[in-house]
């Protein structure tokens, strides 16, 4: 369980987020949605520790992670997991090197058992036969997944993704959004999804947290959000023609 | 003021760079893998201009002392020790610096403006040792094997010019380099290459681990590492030559 105590953070006297409190459950796909600019790649670099926050605290199972040390840090980052908007693999890797580096470097598994695990992972996001392609060969979308293989190679406890499904078809969309909110059940992990795909909020928003202009405007689940009378809510979700005509 | 900041921040960045690393063995492998990057593919340019540069200065040499009270032997005794003293240890360093010193900026700044410093740290790998580290250790192995063959490469050229030419006879220019050597100025020559080699990969990684930005300010990163490693390997050459020759 993840909890965020009144977090705000400016870049040059502008806030990008303004007091920020909420809990992140343990087993729970927690979704944080927003449009565009609204700062939830922000809040999740604050809670992973890649931003410090100005003020407010973010606890992780009831240890304050603010203000650990490198080393504590340390212990909780090899029990994390994240994706980045961007993939953020490591360009001078195959494909099977950068799933297999978070275990090369912490764990004490022969290669065959990393290279299985490697595989593993692989499998789950619908990759084959592209282990020993380096990112520059593969197209944008198999990144991503890669960079969710990699993601979910050491078994994490905590799982962040941002904008997991961006750039994905519908299909693989899916698969990827059910494989992330499967983990999190089986393996009884905290998972926090930024994204701005009602696609997903219908698919698997366990909880769902609503970020307008730095702001938590709202927070419930995903049946709730349908019949919530938030007018900065109900603008995002009913965006689209199809969201609208379903709803009459 | 701005200079106080980046010296303060270069500091900092070292005693991160120096922290035990996580997993020895793959360390090791960084290293080797980083010696082939900077040391082996170095080779080619390293060698080239040694054999060039040293058969110039010969030639210099010997048009500039062509004179009765000077014996002609001199001109492979000067080839020599301005190819050892100065020319391998230094220029070759400044070219160093040029070469590696843009690639491990820009591939460090590419790793920061893509995230992938982000990756690392996320995973609770000390990112800059990781990156860092290796590539240091492995230039301050690979350099001064750079630097040996270059001296050796240099008054190779230098030979090629006395023996295909007729700015000097041959026996006179090996008499030159063969009289009064002194192994002292190798090891004063290959001390400066480590400080150089270290300076280089340091300044360079500094440049490239805090770049900001995207594929601009790479480039801008690259070329400040350049300059800075440039202007402080001048500046050490001659604290150094001062400490140990004088
Ligand atoms: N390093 C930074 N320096 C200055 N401003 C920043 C920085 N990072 C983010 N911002 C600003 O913070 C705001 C929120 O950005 P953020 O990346 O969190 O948006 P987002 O909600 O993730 O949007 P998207 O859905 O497009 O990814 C933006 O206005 C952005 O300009
Ligand atoms: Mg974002």
Redesign the interface.
Known sequence: MIRVVNVSKSFDEVPVLKNVSTVFEKGKTNLIIGQSGSGKTVLM?CL?G?LNSDSGQILYDNHQFSTMS?AE???I??K?G?L?Q?G????SMTVEENVI??L???STMTLEEKIDRANFCLKRVNLENVNHLYPAEISGGMKKRVAIARAIS?SPSYLFCDEPNSGLDPLTAIVIDNLISEITQEFDITTVVNTHDMNSVMEIGDKVAFIYKGELWWEGSRFEILKTENKEVNDFVYASELMRTMKQ | MKLFFHIGRYFMLLVQILKKPEKASIYRRQIILEMDNIGLQSLGIVAIISVFMGAVVTIQTAFNTDHPMLPRYAVGFATRQSIILEFAPTIISLILAGKVGSRIASEIGTMRVTEQIDALEIMGVNSSGFLILPKVVAAMIINPVLIVLSMFLGIFGGWVVSAVSDVMPVSNFIYGILYEFAPYDIFYALVKTVVFAFIITTISGYYGYFTKGGALEVGQSSTDAVVTSSIFIIIFNLILTQLLLA
């Open positions: 670099k992973v890649l490198f840090r340390r212990v980052r090899q994390l994240m980045f961007g953020a693999l490591f360009d580096f978070p090369k470097m912490f050491n």
